[in-house]
Structure formats: C-alpha cells, structure tokens
C-alpha cells in the first residue's frame, strides 16, 4: 500500500543553523505534499505545502523542495531559531482523495 | 485556515467505558476526519466523515469500535466505546479546505 518515509527521526542543531527532512513516497499518483509542524500538547499546524507540478516553494525562513522522478520531497529551514524545535510530519496526498498518508515524523532540536 | 476546538482536551476513563469526543469548527466544512495518534508516533486515519453520509473507516478500525456522528457541517463526534489501555493515544480531528487538512488541538485519552 502507499507509505511515506521520513528521515531523521531525531535531528539537532545549533541556533541559526540550517535543518533539512527528507520524505519519500511510494505512490506515483500523490500530487500534493504539506508540511506540519507539532509542538509539544498541539494539534498539527500546516506550515508548507507544495504540488506536483512545481518543483520548490518558499515561505521566509521555509523552503519545500520536489523531486517527482526519485519521489521524494524535502522540508529546509534555515537560520534556525528555538521556536523551531517542534515534530515536523511530511504527508501525500492523491488527487481526489483528500486522504493523507504521514511520515513517521521528525523531532527536531535547536539548541541555543 | 479553520479554527477547530476539541472537547475534551484531555480525560481519564476506566476501561470498559466510552468517551465522546467533540469537534467543532468555525465554519462549514464538507469534509471532516478523525485520527488516532499514539504517544510518539504518527497520525493514523481513522475515518472520513462527509455530512448526510455513513463514515468512511479505515483498514483496522470498526464502526461498532468507533462511531462517529457528522449532524451538520460544523460540528462532529468520534465515541471510543468500550476502551481498553490500548486505547490511550490522542485523538485529532481535521477539517478538509480545498486539498488542505487543518488540525484541532486533539483529545489526551489515557485509559486506566
């Protein structure tokens, strides 16, 4: 069945420095990819997304990046702050199912 | 976006008992899901639930285990009947705008 992998599963960095999670997918026809980001006793808060016919997007310090031939997509971001450090999910999507498959999720730690 | 509210945030049930869960969004949406998210892992779907339809469950979840009412377009519940331990998880529901999902803060479910 579809499935999604997420890696690293832990990944800590220095203040100000860049972040980068990768996810791939296995079903050819996911078209649309968001981003969430969960902090510590919250619901998941869409951060990002991209589709299928664009290869990178970017929001400030966020950047998606997608690559539809190797199925995957990356989430960066840089000039890190504390405030980052939450658990970062990658999904697909197909088009028309408004279902959503996750990745296994990415804590990420940004020391001071 | 959708601004969602959950009830309860959280609760302790015995096992054997049912909690229903609200979830409440500020404006009509057509699609609304229900996910299970066990401590430290990912989302899984439990079912999509569409107003004036029967919800849509998932491979390994039941309807007799979880129910689920969608009465109007801005309101739905999810009832966790007869729950053992294996139960405790936090319980998300999210709102389908377009092909974007946004998530309610979720419920803490421990059963003891």
């Known amino acids: 069945g579809e499935n999604v992998e997420q890696h690293p599963s832990t990944l800590s960095v220095q203040e100000g420095d860049s972040a980068v999670i990768k996810c791939t997918y296995s079903?050819?026809?996911?078209?649309?990819f968001p981003w969430y980001k969960q902090e510590l006793g919250k619901g998941p808060q869409l951060i990002i997304d991209?589709?299928?016919?664009?290869g990178e997007k970017k929001d400030q310090r966020i950047a998606v990046t997608l690559n539809k031939t190797a199925k995957h997509f990356s989430l960066h971001i840089t000039e890190t702050q504390p405030e980052d450090s939450a658990v970062y999910f990658c999904?697909?999507?197909?088009?028309?199912?408004?279902?959503?498959?996750f990745g296994t999720g990415t804590r990420l730690k940004v020391l001071a | 976006s959708a601004v969602i509210s959950q009830k309860p945030s959280r609760d302790i049930c015995q096992r054997g008992t049912s909690l229903t869960i609200q979830c409440q969004v500020d404006?009509?949406?057509?699609?609304m899901f229900w996910y299970r998210q066990q401590p430290g892992q990912s989302l899984t779907l439990i079912a999509t639930?569409?107003?004036?339809?029967?919800?849509?469950?998932e491979s390994g979840f039941v309807i007799d285990k979880f129910p689920i009412s969608r009465p109007n377009l801005t309101f739905s519940t999810l009832t966790v009947s007869n729950m053992s331990p294996e139960d405790s998880s936090i319980y998300l529901c999210?709102?389908?705008?377009?092909?974007?999902?946004?998530f309610g803060p979720g419920t803490r479910l421990t059963v003891t």
């Open positions: 999210s709102v389908a705008l377009g092909t974007e999902q946004y």
């Open positions: 079903d050819s026809a996911s078209n649309y």
């Open positions: 991209i589709r299928s016919n664009v």
């Open positions: 999904a697909a999507s197909s088009r028309g199912t408004y279902k959503y498959i």
């Open positions: 404006s009509q949406v057509t699609m």
């Open positions: 639930a569409n107003q004036g339809s029967e919800a849509t469950y």
